[in-house]
């Protein structure tokens, strides 16, 4: 399919015509292109791809076309396109990137775009891709972890949490995500191997244990929540793949990878945010909540939940065994 601006339906896009569209915000990223695919999977699953992109000619954009995806040209940062882009959309997944600006009021402002875009055109079913308000677990003067950007304890969590109410007048779902696993080869985040041979990684966790899932299985579960129809508009719904102590996954990143023991070494908050590489102190406080707060972080997502809606879910062995390629050792 050729891409384009706006929402006509040209010849070459008739076979939307008897399927419900649904826009993807973040196509050709990590649960924008995990939704896509599984939207585009499932040929007779009655919905059809519209995959929202600020440039068509990328190489994940083409990709997603030549697989039956309709590729349209929209900007996050302009409502006016997004407007465009989404109409006669029956869904529309809305997911923000803090990672390529790290601006909490942006990120806000970006989700009220999505928000206001799909009240336009009149959607149906909007899926938020939201993260819980890491404010509320602690007293505003509680001095266990530093506030960033004047307001926020977490930005990329709390930025997210100050969007949902823009969706409380829309036909919504508040889906709350988990660490993607995929972190340890988007970020960087797999262990290093040290002069001495060995592999080791370091956070501030202690032994709690951390909610994750892969990234493909947020959009594939985000699809079996489009597919549920009206069952979960209005609800919030966490979910993960598997919650598993920083321990454990080395265990299994030494067996899966072959690497010999990799070693964690729990430090403090404080001492990590100080490394001082950009967003020390964001990932500082995350992993400070994802420790001091394990069971309500953990609480809040549901692996039978996510499974319900997503049979194919991975564990983290079997998201491993697929992906253990991409990971730099």
Same mark, same amino acid.
């Given at each position: 399919?050729?891409?384009?601006?706006?929402?006509?339906?040209?010849?070459?896009?008739?076979?939307?015509?008897?399927?419900?569209?649904?826009?993807?915000?973040?196509?050709?990223?990590?649960?924008?292109?995990?939704?896509?695919?599984?939207?585009?999977?499932?040929?007779?699953?009655?919905?059809?791809?519209?995959?929202?992109?600020?440039?068509?000619?990328?190489?994940?954009?083409?990709?997603?076309?030549?697989?039956?995806?309709?590729?349209? *040209? $929209? &900007?996050? %940062?302009?409502?006016? !396109?997004?407007?465009? #882009?989404?109409?006669?959309?029956?869904?529309? +997944?809305?997911?923000?990137?803090?990672?390529?600006?790290?601006?909490?009021?942006?990120?806000?402002?970006?989700?009220?775009?999505?928000?206001?875009?799909?009240?336009?055109?009149?959607?149906?079913?909007?899926?938020?891709?939201?993260?819980?308000?890491?404010?509320?677990?602690?007293?505003?003067?509680?001095?266990?972890?530093?506030?960033?950007?004047?307001?926020?304890?977490?930005?990329?969590?709390?930025? *997210? $949490? &100050?969007? %949902?109410?823009?969706? !409380?007048?829309?036909? #919504?779902?508040?889906?709350?995500?988990?660490? +993607?696993?995929?972190?340890?080869?988007?970020?960087?985040?797999?262990?290093?191997?040290?002069?001495?041979?060995?592999?080791?990684?370091?956070?501030?966790?202690?032994?709690?244990?951390?909610?994750?899932?892969?990234?493909?299985?947020?959009?594939?579960?985000?699809?079996?929540?489009?597919?549920?129809?009206?069952?979960?508009?209005?609800?919030?719904?966490?979910?993960?793949?598997?919650?598993?102590?920083?321990?454990?996954?080395?265990?299994?990143?030494?067996?899966?990878?072959?690497?010999?023991?990799?070693?964690?070494?729990?430090?403090?908050?404080?001492?990590?945010?100080?490394?001082?590489?950009?967003?020390?102190?964001?990932?500082?406080?995350?992993?400070?909540?994802?420790?001091?707060?394990?069971?309500?972080?953990?609480?809040?997502?549901?692996?039978?939940?996510?499974?319900?809606?997503?049979?194919?879910?991975?564990?983290?062995?079997?998201?491993?065994?697929?992906?253990?390629?991409?990971?730099?050792?």
């Amino acid at each position: 399919m050729q891409a384009r601006q706006g929402a006509a339906i040209n010849k070459k896009e008739t076979y939307v015509a008897d399927k419900k569209i649904i826009a993807v915000v973040g196509s050709t990223g990590s649960q924008g292109g995990g939704l896509c695919q599984a939207i585009l999977d499932d040929k007779a699953g009655g919905y059809a791809c519209r995959a929202i992109t600020r440039d068509p000619n990328k190489d994940k954009a083409k990709a997603l076309a030549a697989k039956g995806a309709e590729v349209v *040209k $929209a &900007d996050i %940062d302009d409502v006016g !396109s997004l407007k465009k #882009a989404f109409a006669g959309a029956y869904g529309v +997944y809305g997911v923000t990137n803090f990672w390529e600006h790290f601006s909490g009021e942006k990120e806000t402002a970006q989700a009220k775009s999505i928000a206001d875009a799909a009240k336009a055109a009149g959607v149906k079913h909007v899926i938020w891709s939201t993260l819980e308000d890491t404010r509320k677990l602690m007293s505003p003067d509680d001095n266990r972890m530093p506030i960033l950007q004047k307001k926020y304890r977490v930005p990329h969590f709390d930025a *997210k $949490a &100050d969007a %949902d109410a823009s969706f !409380s007048a829309l036909p #919504a779902t508040w889906l709350v995500t988990s660490f +993607y696993w995929d972190n340890l080869y988007l970020f960087g985040l797999a262990p290093k191997k040290g002069d001495d041979g060995v592999y080791s990684w370091t956070f501030p966790m202690g032994n709690a244990k951390l909610a994750g899932i892969a990234a493909e299985d947020i959009g594939k579960t985000a699809y079996g929540i489009f597919k549920a129809g009206d069952r979960y508009i209005g609800k919030t719904v966490g979910i993960a793949g598997e919650h598993l102590t920083l321990n454990q996954i080395s265990e299994k990143l030494s067996k899966g990878l072959g690497i010999g023991a990799v070693k964690y070494n729990a430090v403090e908050p404080n001492d990590y945010r100080a490394f001082g590489f950009q967003g020390a102190d964001e990932y500082g406080n995350m992993f400070q909540v994802y420790r001091d707060f394990e069971k309500e972080v953990v609480g809040a997502r549901s692996i039978d939940t996510t499974r319900s809606l997503n049979p194919q879910l991975q564990n983290f062995d079997q998201w491993l065994q697929k992906n253990k390629s991409r990971i730099p050792v």
